[in-house]
């Protein structure tokens, strides 16, 4: 039997994940979708968002925005860029 390449590396990451906070705000959704694109468990993320960016800044930000924003916020951490868009989307690109 024949493994493909891709099947052969467990090291592989995607090139973007993208979540939308469904119930949550911004900043549990970064973490979740960090999470995701790191391929581990969002408790084991280091350093902490709060490290990072502080998360009642991000939420507050968002939530103080009117329907008609047009707000995008864009940092890095954990080797990733993070990308914040209105309406609770968030795009994680982890680095090369």
Known sequence: ???APSQQRSDIRPTSVSRTAEDGD???TV????AEALDTDPLDLSPALYEVIDPDALD???E???AD???TCQFSGWGCTITVFDG???RVTPGR
């Open 64 to 66: 103080s925005a009117g």
């Open 60 to 62: 507050s930000l968002f």
């Open 69 to 71: 924003a047009d707000l």
């Open 88 to 90: 609770g989307r968030v």
């Open 1 to 3: 039997m024949t493994v």
């Open 31 to 34: 973490v979740l979708a960090v």
């Open 26 to 28: 911004p900043s549990t």
